[in-house]
């Protein structure tokens, strides 16, 4: 193994395979590093479907959805592999923001409409309408597990090198770069490199305990289900559900986001209230009330699915207090972290980005830094998972951020 590197890349989910895409590509010299193996389970970055969701007013998120629907195409046409079906994404209830969503959607040339609830109603029987509800034609669902697999093919044939079952247990900035302690399964051994990417997942505040002050990153174990489909003859949008007032809603734990898994049935799930944990002490077994709450949602609200028949999904979140994304850069460590729950979305966008602070060719935008003014007063020193705590609305005025 090459004990010198240009750029390591460390985590290979969807944010490192993207940046190691966006690297390469530009004929950086690249090194990609995961833990796990291909397909695994552990983190994030797997399933068949996550949501593209438009559902934004923020202009640095709906500027991030434009350039990440044209570089999915990209990446779709490169590879050969269809990564979006567009579908079509509809956010209903309550939510006051989407009438500001409709208007930042308009004005950046993406389609958003307003329906009554009859009328939705008719066209997705699967779900039932009680509410605004606005259409997003543009949005639909994506592919990890095959977006994961093409990043990393297409950042190979750029000359990327994709390593997996290496682990780095440790980094230090020194004056030659950064030294990482990695294994493989059989040593470890200590690598150079001129610059590292982190984008470790639920791992970040481990890794960079004692290197870079973060904010607060809470990793919490999520729970979405798939419910059985009951009305096989129904059309399945994505769908974010936000809540209403009144002993009708007592058993929410947060708005609701859902999709079709082509053989799978619909997936639906809370949004980032998971129990916290250890990434590395997951127990990936539901808990039981959320389980019990969100069956109930699925026979109140999904009168397309068989809400007795479900399989569990546990998956993680990692989540920065304000809910919007840290993209920044400390000395030789480039930080990708704090997706909350809403950023797969925006891979390749983000990979761009993360290869522009790698190159000293841009910025991110100040709402993702690291040392921005809403997290301030929530840093901590090793930036450590906290105590449960409510979800903040996050900066966006935009609606349904989850996928």
């Not at 090459?2 to 940046?19: C, E, K, P």
């Not at 833990?35 to 593209?52: I, K």
């Not at 699925?298 to 068989?306: K, S």
Request: neutral net charge.
């Amino acid at each position: 193994m090459n004990t010198i590197l240009d750029t390591a890349v460390i985590g290979g989910g969807a944010m490192g395979s993207a940046a190691a895409w966006a690297l390469a590509r530009r004929g950086r010299d690249v090194t990609l590093l995961e833990q796990f193996g291909p397909g695994h389970r552990n983190g994030a970055s797997h399933g068949t479907t996550r949501n593209f969701n438009p559902g934004y007013s923020d202009p640095d998120y709906v500027a991030l959805l434009a350039e990440s629907a044209r570089l999915w195409s990209e990446i779709e046409a490169d590879s050969g592999e269809r990564l979006l079906a567009r579908t079509g994404v509809v956010n209903h209830g309550t939510d006051p923001r989407l009438g500001a969503v409709q208007s930042a959607l308009r004005g950046a040339g993406m389609r958003a409409d307003f329906l009554a609830p009859a009328e939705a109603a008719e066209r997705w029987r699967g779900i039932r309408f009680d509410q605004q509800v606005l259409h997003m034609p543009d949005g639909g669902q994506l592919n990890p597990d095959a977006a994961l697999p093409a990043l990393q093919r297409l950042a190979t044939g750029h000359g990327a090198e994709v390593r997996h079952h290496v682990r780095v247990a440790a980094l230090k900035i020194t004056d030659e770069g950064v030294k990482l302690t990695v294994e493989d399964g059989r040593a470890a051994m200590v690598l150079t490199a001129r610059q590292v990417i982190v984008t470790a997942g639920g791992w970040t505040a481990k890794l960079l305990d004692g290197v870079a002050a973060l904010p607060r990153l809470r990793v919490t174990q999520e729970q979405p289900a798939h419910f059985a489909v009951a009305d096989e003859s129904a059309r399945w949008p994505g769908f974010n559900h936000f809540p209403g007032s009144g002993k009708a809603f007592d058993y929410w734990y947060s708005p609701v986001y859902g999709m079709q898994t082509p053989g799978e049935g619909i997936k639906a799930g809370w949004h980032g209230v998971g129990p916290v944990v250890d990434p590395d002490r997951r127990s990936f077994t539901p808990e039981p009330r959320q389980l019990a709450a969100l069956q109930r949602y699925a026979r109140e609200w999904l009168p397309g699915v068989d809400a007795d028949s479900l399989k569990e999904i546990s998956c993680t979140y990692t989540s920065t207090s304000d809910e919007n994304f840290i993209l920044d850069r400390v000395g030789p460590v480039v930080i990708g972290a704090g997706f909350s729950g809403h950023g797969f979305k925006f891979t390749p966008a983000i990979g761009r980005i993360l290869a522009d602070l790698a190159t000293g060719r841009g910025g991110a935008p100040a709402a993702f830094s690291a040392s921005r003014p809403s997290l301030r007063h929530r840093r901590s020193r090793t930036g450590a998972a906290g105590a449960p705590e409510a979800k903040s609305s996050g900066a966006d005025p935009g609606a349904g951020r989850n996928e």
